[in-house]
């Protein structure tokens, strides 16, 4: 089945590093991919999404690329901030239905 | 931000008691989700709706139902609460772009 796998975290960075969060899928046919964020206590808030291949989703900095060849769409940042300090999700729209697939999760921690 | 809330936002029950969560939406939107949050897991599926009383299930379905009566309103029940469903529930919204979906603040269950 359809699957979508993060790396492991917590990531820690300082301010001002470049990020990198890696994710890749494995589905049937071309899905839709997406980022999502979960600031501490709240729900999840859609950051970036892709629809078809070399596609590339940006939001607030983010950049994440539909790459099909090597089924991946890695979240990269050029410069974080400690208000980037979060959990990404990275998640696919299963093909031919109305559902999400989500990745475990990468926490972030920036420090100033 | 969508207009989405979760009731109770926070409980405790005892095992074997029964649970029931609201979720309610101002938006009008077609598609409602139930997920569990947990660490290690990511978020998983529980039951989604596509519409008044059309309802599917997801991953992790069994010991939950759910029932839809109004566009606005998505209930989880948990028949017999048991201590493997301590977990933060969300509810995430979607309408035309189904995979694009808007969260709730969530309701942290704890059941001793």
């Known amino acids: 089945g359809d699957s979508v796998t993060q790396m492991e975290g917590p990531v820690t960075l300082s301010e001002e590093a470049f990020l990198t969060i890696n994710c890749t899928y494995t589905a049937t046919g071309y899905p839709s991919l997406f980022w999502y964020v979960q600031y501490p206590g709240e729900g999840l808030q859609l950051l970036l999404k892709a629809t078809k291949a070399d596609d590339k989703g940006s939001n607030k900095g983010f950049e994440a690329t539909y790459r099909k060849e090597t089924t991946s769409f890695h979240l990269e940042k050029g410069s974080v901030q400690v208000s980037d300090s979060a959990v990404y999700f990275c998640?696919?729209?299963?093909?031919?239905?109305?559902?999400?697939?989500f990745g475990t999760g990468t926490r972030l921690q920036v420090f100033p | 931000d969508a207009g989405i809330t979760q009731s109770p936002r926070h409980k405790v029950t005892e095992t074997g008691t029964p649970v029931t969560l609201r979720c309610h939406q101002t938006?009008?939107?077609?598609?409602m989700y139930w997920y569990r949050q947990d660490p290690g897991h990511g978020l998983r599926l529980i039951h989604y709706s596509y519409g008044v009383k059309d309802t599917d299930k997801g991953e992790v379905s069994d010991g939950y139902s759910v029932s839809r009566s109004k566009t606005e309103d998505f209930l989880l029940t948990l028949e017999s609460a048991t201590s493997s469903q301590t977990s933060v529930y969300f509810c995430?919204?979607?309408?035309?772009?189904?995979?694009?979906?808007?969260f709730g603040p969530g309701t942290r269950l704890t059941v001793t």
């Open positions: 938006e009008n939107h077609r598609y």
């Open positions: 998640a696919l729209g299963a093909y031919n239905t109305d559902k999400l697939i």
């Open positions: 995430a919204i979607s309408g035309t772009e189904s995979y694009e979906q808007y």
